[in-house]
């Protein structure tokens, strides 16, 4: 470390690194602090599950041994909120996870959005309809992290609305949109930049009914982000609401 003395720097250097120091300073600082609101989120969102599991449990050891209704009814409430932890548990390990690492390759996102179509027909008893002007439209990245981006969108339209479901593909000159649509409740304007803040639901307890996490669409926008792309919403209250996936299109094939 240099000992900095005013008469071997210009006034303007000194200048400049020190302003160079507050940046970091505040870089560091930001990202502290959002660690530890991630933390505390995190904390918070736990808590209800592990409550619920302590109550059912000491109703079971007071009045289960010889009520079978209530032994069921403890177990199945149980069972689920460890079910809905370990989500919790799995997707604040993804959004943690050093998304550099993965190995990019050009891959065609018509036949993932295809295949995905398939599972969710397999999958569920609705109507799910898949567009495409093209059959080949390559792009670069990790086919594992944007399939899960798909799924996750199309999750989020199963889970969101009772009917039809459309999945579409468009190529945009250097771009690819594509596009899942449903003709559930919509997001009220206000909502529709919050929805991709980590943990944020709209209905917190329609949502966790439906075992969400409201981690689902902050890690598909970090993914779409890491990508070099771009994951917006448009929606209209009581019609529906479309999430765009946009994507730099691949001159590999
Ligand atoms: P969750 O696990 O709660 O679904 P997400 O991050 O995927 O978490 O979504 C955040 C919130 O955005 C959801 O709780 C829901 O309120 C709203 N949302 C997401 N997708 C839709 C949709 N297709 N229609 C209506 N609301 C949606």
């Keep these: 470390w240099k000992t900095i003395n005013a008469s071997d720097q210009s006034k303007d250097e000194l200048y400049e690194m020190k302003i160079t120091f507050n940046r970091m300073i505040d870089y560091l600082k930001e990202n502290f602090e959002k660690q530890q609101m991630f933390v505390s989120d995190a904390s918070h969102e736990l808590k209800t599950p592990i409550s619920i599991v302590k109550s059912y449990s000491q109703l079971m050891k007071r009045r289960g041994a010889d009520n079978p209704d209530l032994l069921q009814e403890s177990t199945e409430a149980i069972e ?17 996870k050093n998304k550099d690492k993965d190995v990019y390759e ?60 459309k999945l579409s593909v468009r190529q945009n000159g250097h771009h690819v949109d594509v596009d899942v649509q449903d003709n559930g409740p919509g997001i009220p304007g206000a909502e529709q930049e919050k929805i991709f803040d980590r943990f944020y639901r709209i209905d917190k307890s329609r949502s966790r009914e439906t075992g969400g996490t409201g981690l689902g669409l902050s890690i598909a926008s970090t993914i779409i982000e890491a990508h070099g792309g771009e994951l917006t919403v448009s929606s209209t209250t009581g019609k529906g609401s479309t999430f765009t996936v946009k994507l730099p299109v691949s001159q590999e094939s």
């Design 80 to 96: 689920s909120q460890a079910d809905r932890m370990q989500k919790l548990v799995e997707q604040m390990l993804l959004l943690a």
């Design 106 to 165: 050009s891959f065609n996102i018509v036949e993932l959005c295809r295949s995905t179509i398939e599972t969710f027909k397999g999958a569920y008893d609705r109507v799910f309809l898949f567009e495409t002007a093209s059959e080949i439209i390559h792009v670069k990245g990790s086919y594992d992290q944007l399939q899960q981006v798909v799924y996750s969108l199309m999750d989020n339209a199963v889970k969101y609305s009772q009917d039809t479901v």
